[in-house]
Nanobody, 122 residues
Protein backbone atom coordinates (compact mmCIF):
# COMPACT_ATOMS: atom_id res chain seq x y z
CA UNK A 1 0.00 0.00 0.00
CA UNK A 2 0.99 3.64 -0.41
CA UNK A 3 3.09 5.12 2.38
CA UNK A 4 3.99 8.75 3.02
CA UNK A 5 6.61 9.47 5.66
CA UNK A 6 7.41 13.01 6.78
CA UNK A 7 10.59 14.23 8.43
CA UNK A 8 12.34 17.49 9.23
CA UNK A 9 10.08 18.88 11.92
CA UNK A 10 11.43 20.34 15.12
CA UNK A 11 11.70 23.49 17.18
CA UNK A 12 12.90 26.80 15.80
CA UNK A 13 12.92 30.41 16.92
CA UNK A 14 10.78 33.02 15.22
CA UNK A 15 12.45 34.19 12.03
CA UNK A 16 14.17 30.84 11.55
CA UNK A 17 13.80 28.16 8.89
CA UNK A 18 12.97 24.49 8.58
CA UNK A 19 12.78 22.11 5.64
CA UNK A 20 10.23 19.32 5.71
CA UNK A 21 10.57 16.22 3.57
CA UNK A 22 8.07 13.54 2.59
CA UNK A 23 9.06 10.23 1.05
CA UNK A 24 6.42 8.34 -0.93
CA UNK A 25 6.58 4.57 -1.20
CA UNK A 26 4.56 2.49 -3.67
CA UNK A 27 2.73 5.60 -4.82
CA UNK A 28 0.48 5.74 -7.90
CA UNK A 29 2.11 6.70 -11.17
CA UNK A 30 -0.20 9.61 -11.90
CA UNK A 31 -0.68 12.18 -9.15
CA UNK A 32 -3.03 15.15 -9.34
CA UNK A 33 -1.64 16.95 -6.30
CA UNK A 34 0.92 16.52 -3.59
CA UNK A 35 0.40 18.86 -0.70
CA UNK A 36 1.28 19.94 2.79
CA UNK A 37 -1.39 20.48 5.41
CA UNK A 38 -1.07 21.52 9.03
CA UNK A 39 -3.24 21.18 12.08
CA UNK A 40 -3.27 22.51 15.62
CA UNK A 41 -5.32 20.86 18.37
CA UNK A 42 -8.96 21.88 18.28
CA UNK A 43 -8.80 23.27 14.75
CA UNK A 44 -9.46 21.89 11.29
CA UNK A 45 -6.63 20.69 9.11
CA UNK A 46 -5.42 23.62 7.00
CA UNK A 47 -3.96 23.47 3.50
CA UNK A 48 -0.53 25.06 3.33
CA UNK A 49 0.86 24.39 -0.14
CA UNK A 50 0.39 22.08 -3.10
CA UNK A 51 2.14 21.07 -6.28
CA UNK A 52 0.28 19.52 -9.19
CA UNK A 53 1.44 16.68 -11.35
CA UNK A 54 2.40 19.30 -13.92
CA UNK A 55 4.45 21.29 -11.43
CA UNK A 56 2.02 24.14 -10.78
CA UNK A 57 2.18 25.33 -7.19
CA UNK A 58 -0.34 26.91 -4.86
CA UNK A 59 -0.01 28.44 -1.41
CA UNK A 60 -2.19 29.55 1.44
CA UNK A 61 -2.15 33.33 1.82
CA UNK A 62 -0.61 33.00 5.27
CA UNK A 63 2.58 31.39 3.90
CA UNK A 64 3.00 33.08 0.50
CA UNK A 65 6.47 34.51 0.12
CA UNK A 66 7.79 32.50 3.07
CA UNK A 67 7.20 28.84 2.18
CA UNK A 68 8.24 26.99 -0.97
CA UNK A 69 6.95 23.59 -2.05
CA UNK A 70 8.98 21.41 -4.39
CA UNK A 71 9.05 17.85 -5.62
CA UNK A 72 11.69 15.39 -6.77
CA UNK A 73 9.70 13.07 -9.02
CA UNK A 74 12.60 10.73 -9.60
CA UNK A 75 12.97 10.07 -5.89
CA UNK A 76 9.27 10.38 -5.06
CA UNK A 77 10.00 13.08 -2.52
CA UNK A 78 8.11 16.22 -1.56
CA UNK A 79 9.64 19.16 0.25
CA UNK A 80 8.48 22.26 2.08
CA UNK A 81 11.04 24.98 2.71
CA UNK A 82 9.78 27.25 5.48
CA UNK A 83 11.50 30.59 6.03
CA UNK A 84 10.85 33.57 8.29
CA UNK A 85 8.73 31.41 10.51
CA UNK A 86 6.36 32.77 13.15
CA UNK A 87 4.71 31.20 16.21
CA UNK A 88 1.51 30.98 14.13
CA UNK A 89 3.26 28.34 12.01
CA UNK A 90 3.35 25.98 15.00
CA UNK A 91 1.39 22.86 14.08
CA UNK A 92 1.56 19.22 13.10
CA UNK A 93 2.46 19.16 9.41
CA UNK A 94 1.13 16.43 7.13
CA UNK A 95 2.10 15.33 3.65
CA UNK A 96 -0.78 14.24 1.41
CA UNK A 97 -1.28 13.08 -2.14
CA UNK A 98 -4.19 12.32 -4.42
CA UNK A 99 -5.02 11.13 -7.91
CA UNK A 100 -8.33 13.04 -7.77
CA UNK A 101 -8.91 16.34 -9.51
CA UNK A 102 -10.51 18.99 -7.31
CA UNK A 103 -9.83 21.96 -5.11
CA UNK A 104 -6.37 21.36 -3.67
CA UNK A 105 -7.21 23.03 -0.39
CA UNK A 106 -9.95 20.48 0.40
CA UNK A 107 -8.58 17.75 2.66
CA UNK A 108 -11.41 15.44 1.60
CA UNK A 109 -9.99 14.91 -1.90
CA UNK A 110 -6.72 13.45 -0.62
CA UNK A 111 -6.40 9.69 -0.64
CA UNK A 112 -3.05 9.25 1.09
CA UNK A 113 -1.68 10.86 4.23
CA UNK A 114 1.48 10.70 6.27
CA UNK A 115 1.57 10.48 10.05
CA UNK A 116 2.76 14.06 10.49
CA UNK A 117 5.79 15.86 11.83
CA UNK A 118 5.60 18.45 14.60
CA UNK A 119 6.82 21.99 14.01
CA UNK A 120 7.15 24.40 16.92
CA UNK A 121 8.11 28.06 16.56
CA UNK A 122 8.82 30.11 19.66
Amino acid sequence: HVQLVESGGGSVQAGGSLRLSCVVSRGPISIAYMSWFRQVPGKEREAVAAISGGGVTGYADSVKGRFTISRDKGKDQLFLQMNNMTPEDTAMYYCASTTRIGVWTKASIYEYWGQGTQVTVS
